[in-house]
């Protein structure tokens, strides 16, 4: 990524009539595309730039309003980046991002090294350490899960793979419009760890034992790790005030140049502060 000397000869390729004052690293993000850098500039005429580098993600500079924060402008440029690449790249970006994305890179890196172990060549009693490995999987899994739960519920105890997975689907997709998908991912993961429990005391294991074993597992992670990253999305927590749905578009006021969102089930107008959205994530 970028340092700010980078970042100053871009801001004069972009600009014109233009001196810098100060410039800075401001910060670093995480986010769900990419490792960003967010540099802050500010012109000898008092003005007010951020500029946006990451390593997979496009740069881009924003003029900031005078009461305009650093997130605010970062998050617009993250919805910027996402609508960009979807319609220039391919209308999947944002999916094919997220289904190749984990939110556990201890657990990817683990699940990488038994994926190169799985060949052939392997004989029972190594085909049998390879599935121990994966029962350590789930148990990492698990401390996550049961972290995860006790910091909604303090009260909840169990530290088991089975009650730590319902409490955890329970807290991210609650009501009875999430039921279908918490009783899905649910069940597979509790088949997966069963039968990979009968694998570490079964006297003859087959290579294809442990290849359905990892299979599900790897799926299990994927569908925990996609619904942490949809739940975290912060445009996600945004629903009409006054029917709750959930379904709008937004758009930039001529006047104010703020950002308001209008509700495609009943039309009403509304705004959200970004700072409101950013507090919940």
Request: some cysteine; charged content about 25%.
């Amino acid at each position: 990524m970028w340092n700010v000397k980078e970042a100053e000869e871009y801001f004069y390729a972009e600009t014109s009539n233009a001196e810098i004052s100060e410039i800075a690293l401001a910060e670093t993000k995480d986010s769900y595309f990419d490792h960003i850098n967010c540099f802050r500039i500010v012109t000898t005429a008092g003005h007010v730039f951020y500029i946006f580098n990451g390593d997979a993600t496009l740069t881009n500079i924003y003029p900031a309003r005078p009461d305009e924060s650093l997130d605010e402008c970062y998050y617009k440029h993250v919805g910027f980046i996402a609508e960009y690449a979807s319609k220039a790249i391919e209308q999947n970006f944002v999916l094919n991002f997220i289904k190749d994305t984990s939110v556990f890179p201890i657990l990817d890196r683990r699940m990488h090294e038994i994926s190169a172990d799985i060949t052939l060549e392997k004989n029972a009693s190594q085909l049998s350490g390879l599935a121990n490995q994966i029962r350590e999987c789930y148990i990492i899994l698990t401390d996550y899960l049961m972290n995860k739960a006790r910091s909604h519920n303090p009260e909840f105890k169990n530290d088991n793979f089975k009650d730590n997975l319902a409490e955890f689907l329970a807290y991210i997709l609650p009501g009875k419009q999430s039921e279908t998908r918490r009783n899905v991912i649910n069940t597979i993961a509790q088949k997966g760890w069963k039968m990979n429990a009968e694998l570490v005391h079964k006297d003859s294991v087959t290579v294809f034992d442990i290849l359905i074993s990892f299979n599900i597992l790897q799926l299990v992670v994927s569908s925990v790790s996609n619904v942490i990253v949809g739940n975290n999305m912060p445009f996600n927590k945004i629903k009409c005030p006054r029917c709750k749905n959930e379904d709008h578009i937004m758009q930039q006021d001529s006047e104010s140049l703020d950002y308001k969102y209008i509700c495609k089930n009943c039309g009403y107008v509304f705004d959200v502060p970004l700072d409101s959205i950013i507090k919940e994530i």
